[in-house]
């Protein structure tokens, strides 16, 4: 060991001191960070507490629910319609069926029936119970109607705000909903067509309710085949579907925040 | 004891060493590989899987949850409507689990009606003795389970009508059939004595004709086709549930409209 080398060590001595000190501080700002962290998501607890999230987790449960079972009555539906067909040709190919044969596809009907119709009737207390209908879906204006459908026309499709729904929107969910209560009216009146026959009466007897089972179905694949096709467009809208969406404001419909 | 799936004749033996390399080069190893990729390909394609038994299972449960449900909604004091003899469909619509050519003409003259299970008097019955009993004539619409409808004109003896006679314990579950072309059926009380459900013999106001079910049948306004058995041979009343010919495969019991 010579001479030479004792600043040398020294050096090192203090690259090493330096590197320490850097770590510790380091780790100082990672703590920090850490706490603030912590606190800020405190924050947005109490503020979630506060205010409502556009789509409220029980809404979320229903809506999920829903997609389930509506496509299990749908596609098991095509299999119990394929035995009987209401326009001559017209048969569902049997890898869109659910259920083996009609039997099968009977039995996932009459299953599904009971979460379609009961979440159904959940979702449409609380939608009324709420206010979400009405702060939601109505008014409906027409002059909005044609001002969306314009502007949907020169690819301009607003949805910067997902907490508004634009006149079409609105009436796309209205034309659903109905069209889920028919579909629960008439597939009773099929079911029991002796002990409701006051149901198939209104639908202008079995072959009628049979029908208009059959066209509310095709209303609700169109909406869902644009109701999907939309989610995938604006991918924040599906997002929103799953997370709960921008926070509401307990008072006002206007948005908080995005997260 | 022998091996019912062993072969009678035992195969040539040169045959083995002939065809002895090709034998060699099959490895148990690569069939269990090739077949497993099979399994996985007919999963993918969705093709030839059945339903999972588990699935299967749940959906018969919902299906017997539902078979009380309906029978809860049953209203026995509720008729079906009834409609004008301008609108009856001559002949009828035949249906059955094999093509009309196919049916088996009763003899009336040799034909029985057997009775079992809970009644006083199990006699067996002929086709005048059960004409001899009060009739009853109603023109009300047959829907089946696939969705088609037409409306008929039947007459005979209402089951409960019939069943006093037999002195039938009306506090059974069931009225169960059984049928000459061995389709079972099987009813529960309730329907069993509503007033619209008959023994029928006659169409239209003419003897039942050989494709549906002469020389008897059941026809009750209250339930899907396919809970209306042709060619009775014999009637049960019991507290035994014995699955029909449609409820085996999986189309549920109750089946009330």
Known sequence: ?259 | MRSPFRPHKVPNAKLLDDQRPLIQSLERRKLIRGGLSLGALAMLTGCGVKTPASIEAGLRKMSAFNDSVQALIFDPNKLAPTYPASMVLKPPKFNAYYDVEDVKPVDGAAWRLELSGRIANKANWTIAQIDSLPQQDEIIRHICVEGWDYIGEWSGVPLRIFLAHIGADTRAKYVNFLTADNYPSSIDMATALHPQTLLATKYAGETLPAPFGYPLRLRTSTKLGYKNPKWITAIEVTNTYRPGYWEKQGFGWFAGI
């Open chain 1, 1 to 259: 060991m010579s001479n030479d080398d004792v600043p040398e060590k020294k050096t090192r001595l203090q690259a090493f001191r330096a590197h320490i000190e850097n770590a510790m501080a380091a780790a100082a700002q990672a703590v920090a960070r850490w706490f603030s962290a912590v606190a800020k998501s405190v924050d947005s607890t109490r503020a979630m507490a506060a205010g409502k999230r556009l789509h409220p987790l029980p809404l979320r449960i229903m809506h999920w629910v829903n997609a389930l079972a509506m496509i299990v009555m749908i596609t098991s539906g095509w299999g119990i319609y394929d035995d009987y067909v209401i326009i001559s040709g017209l048969h569902f190919p049997k890898a869109l069926r659910l259920g083996d044969w009609a039997a099968e596809s009977l039995l996932w009907h009459f299953a599904g029936m009971w979460f379609l119709a009961i979440n159904g009737l959940a979702y449409l207390l609380y939608g009324a119970i709420t206010g979400r209908f009405r702060k939601k879906l109505l008014p409906i204006k027409l002059s909005d109607l044609i001002k969306t459908v314009n502007e949907t026309l020169h690819f301009k499709i607003a949805h910067d705000d997902l907490t508004q729904y634009n006149a079409v929107q609105k009436l796309l969910y209205v034309v659903v909903i109905v069209a889920g209560i028919s579909q629960v009216v008439t597939g009773l009146a099929i079911w029991k067509p002796i002990q409701f026959y006051f149901l198939v009466d209104l639908f202008g007897g079995f072959q009628g309710a049979r029908l208009v089972h059959f066209l509310g179905m095709i209303v609700i694949v169109g909406f869902l085949a644009v109701h999907v096709a939309l989610s995938l467009l604006v991918p924040s809208t599906l997002r929103a579907m799953i997370t709960g969406g921008p926070k509401i404001a307990r008072s006002a419909s206007r948005v908080e925040a995005e997260t």
